[in-house]
């Protein structure tokens, strides 16, 4: 496996309680990495870690074989796009002014960044009409396309998503899995996405990292968690969704 980040002995607590426990991961470039299992097990943790709004209590995280640190992080930051449950846009700002928020702070050319902006709007199906509306104007579908435009603004090298499609219902969800899919193939985007829902993370994912309370239990292909369990916790957490097809 060729690695885009690499977490090393990376563990963290807050106060008393511990969120993660220390724990190793590598993530493939090219491929989408789901991080499952239930609430409170460490999965958003893990994604604010490596993205350095949490700080780890002991180990690293590796970025292209270079540890993330305080004074790089800036840096890298420009190379991850961030998609959060709610989105994350800024109410006061249109559709357009906040996919290209980060593109006019740093100071890009204005043709290059509407040439880039008419391209996300091809890439995630949004309308390029509605650019101009600002979030509460737009459905949750369209908020979480253009959070997904804004954080694909500066082609980043990873692409991290906490249950980004979470909130959406059913009909909207299957529409944004099917654009997701193809947009990661598309782009050979290296991904980590975080979701509690297993046939989600078994539509979108290459490789699935299971967890629980603050550990990985279990790594491998859906299959592998169906068919090789390695406790009778990866058994369980697949029967409590056993109403799902998966395929």
């Given at each position: 496996m060729?690695a885009l980040v690499?977490?090393?002995?990376?563990?963290?607590?807050?106060?008393?309680?511990t969120a993660?426990?220390?724990?190793?991961?590598?993530?493939?470039?090219?491929?989408?990495?789901?991080l499952?299992?239930p609430?409170?097990?460490?999965?958003s943790?893990?994604?604010?870690l490596?993205?350095?709004?949490?700080?780890?209590?002991?180990?690293?995280?590796?970025?292209?074989?270079?540890?993330?640190?305080?004074?790089?992080?800036a840096?890298?930051?420009?190379?991850?796009?961030?998609?959060?449950?709610?989105?994350?846009l800024?109410?006061?700002?249109?559709?357009?002014?906040?996919?290209?928020l980060?593109?006019?702070?740093l100071?890009?050319?204005?043709?290059?960044?509407?040439?880039?902006?008419?391209e996300?709007c091809?890439?995630?199906r949004?309308?390029?009409?509605?650019?101009?509306?600002?979030?509460?104007?737009?459905s949750?579908?369209?908020?979480?396309?253009?959070?997904?435009?804004?954080?694909?603004a500066?082609?980043?090298?990873?692409?991290?998503?906490?249950?980004?499609?979470g909130a959406?219902?059913?009909?909207v969800?299957?529409?944004l899995?099917?654009d997701?899919r193809?947009?990661?193939?598309r782009?050979?985007?290296?991904?980590?996405?975080?979701?509690?829902?297993?046939?989600?993370?078994?539509?979108?994912?290459?490789?699935?990292?299971?967890?629980?309370?603050?550990?990985?239990?279990?790594?491998g292909?859906?299959?592998?968690?169906?068919?090789?369990?390695?406790?009778?916790?990866?058994?369980?957490?697949?029967s409590?969704q056993?109403?799902l097809?998966?395929?």
């Open positions: 060729e690499k977490l090393r002995g990376v563990s963290k607590t807050f106060g008393a309680a993660l426990h220390p724990l190793d991961l590598a993530v493939e470039r090219g491929k989408t990495t789901v499952i299992g609430s409170g097990c460490g999965k943790t893990l994604l604010r490596i993205i350095r709004l949490l700080e780890p209590d002991r180990g690293t995280v590796d970025f292209d074989d270079e540890p993330i640190t305080s004074a790089n992080i840096e890298r930051r420009q190379q991850i796009g961030y998609v959060i449950q709610d989105g994350g800024f109410p006061h700002l249109t559709a357009r002014d906040n996919v290209m980060m593109a006019r702070h100071g890009r050319p204005a043709d290059e960044s509407n040439a880039r902006l008419q996300l091809a890439l995630t949004f309308p390029a009409d509605a650019l101009s509306r600002f979030p509460v104007e737009l949750g579908g369209q908020r979480q396309r253009v959070s997904l435009m804004r954080a694909l500066l082609s980043p090298r990873l692409l991290l998503l906490d249950e980004p499609l959406l219902d059913p009909l969800r299957a529409a899995q099917k997701l193809e947009i990661f193939t782009l050979q985007q290296t991904v980590i996405l975080v979701t509690h829902d297993l046939a989600e993370a078994a539509y979108l994912g290459d490789r699935i990292v299971l967890m629980n309370e603050g550990r990985v239990v279990q790594e292909t859906i299959r592998d968690l169906r068919e090789k369990p390695t406790s009778e916790f990866v058994t369980d957490f697949v409590a056993r109403s097809v998966l395929t």
